[in-house]
């Protein structure tokens, strides 16, 4: 993105990102010349067919899976619900998540009868309380324990090495799922992923179009479908290809995959600058994770005295664009599930605030946040 600065300075990355030119430039021909329906015969559906598998093996490179295990979705939540719902219908069995995850998680694991792992003031997974949940007579034998690679509000990262090892030691027949939308930024994921079995991808969260995701699967791994129809994906996932969309995924992941140990260095830099902007101009301002365990583009804070609705709806008068870890229910603001669980007091995860950097965030845009937040927090109270 250019240096634009009578366009908003846009801190919620982790909700969406612009497109980045070189996914814009791979999805344009798809729309306009090669629109043709990659599941037919003749040599315009072959080309689309092609861009398909060329963005399979891009993803699968990316993400240290074989290229038969690329299986394209429609989103992260697509993604999600197939790993939690294909693994426990094919084998009869129940799944485990922290009760941290994003909802496109904890709702399916809900649906399919499972538990939740408790977590630590940190947001990191209690390995205790894993392994007795595990256990023979905690409940219905588990199938797929799912464990966030980074959680999209606290931005915590997961050992999933030590995680996949106390599954292993309790129950060697389940398999480990990771949601690594958010991931996928900020860690080496063919690295840090390496133990899962199933790993869930949205394009739209690394300058990719939205509409369209991944679902990776190892060698092995016993899947129901649930979207029948044409048997597209090796019959795990039946519809048209998104085409397009495919397409623009592979590009932008193969360019974050080249840029991203650069990009993580001056991503922490900015979020480090704005962080400690803010903790020294807003008294009663804390951070709610250390920095050495969160990933380098999230950065959220706990604010006392405010509200957070309140403050985003001043803070979109300032053109800054930034989001809460709590929503408006009924009227009502309803704490943060992932603080919650944390064990963050209510009246404290009121005053929570997201801030999310990405592969488009300038210096201004840090440098106008640190302006305008304290501004904004000093008006509200």
Known sequence: MTADRNRPAYLDCAASTPMRPCAIEAMTPYLEQQFANPSGAHRMARKSRAAIDDAREIVAEALGFDPHGIVFT????EADNLAVHGVTSATGTAALCPATEHHAVLHPVEAVGGRYVQVDAGGEVDLDHLAAQLAP???PPVGLVSVMLVNNESGVIADLEAVADVVRRHAPEALLHTDAVQGVNWVDTAAAAQPADLLSLSG???GGPKGVGVLAIRPGVTLSAQQLG??????RRSGTHNTAGIAALG????????????????IRELADRLADGLLVAIDGCTETVARPRRAAGICQLLIDGIETEALLVLLDRFDVMASAAASC???????SHVLAAMGVERHAAAGSLRLSLGWCTEPWEIERAIDAIPNCVEQLR
Do not use: V, W, Y
């Open 137 to 139: 007579d905690a409940g």
């Open 230 to 235: 044409g048997g597209q994906e090796a019959d």
């Open 329 to 335: 229910a009924s009227g009502a603001m309803e704490p």
């Open 251 to 266: 590009a932008a992941l193969g360019e974050l995959n080249e840029t991203r140990s650069e990009d993580i260095c001056r």
């Open 204 to 206: 739209h969260k690394f």
């Open 74 to 77: 429609s989103g992260g939540t």
